[in-house]
């Protein structure tokens, strides 16, 4: 998770963020490497969604609301974004792509 969803999940839950955002690009390719791969590449993956961040009971009903409304607006304006633009304008980002990727090869 990274760039505005990660700013959301802070606001509504460090908790939970912490417990789901365990790697960064550098630390996902050192566990990697000491697992026998050869590092090739690691970044950033995917298109935004409002809705991967989550909020746990303990949040209190005014943080919890106010994220679902957040969640649905980013989701609807970044929709729209896409849908009108198309991928001339609106390209996979590396600040709102919420997935983190490592690829590699074995050892030999």
Known sequence: ?????????RFVDVEILEMHVI??????ARVHQSAGFDFIASGYVGFYDGFLTSSGWWAGRIKVGLHQCVCWASSMCAEAWGRALGSRAAPELSWTAPHVFSAGTPHR
């Open 1 to 9: 998770m990274r760039g505005v969803n990660w700013l959301v999940q």
């Open 23 to 28: 790697y960064d690009l550098e630390r996902l």
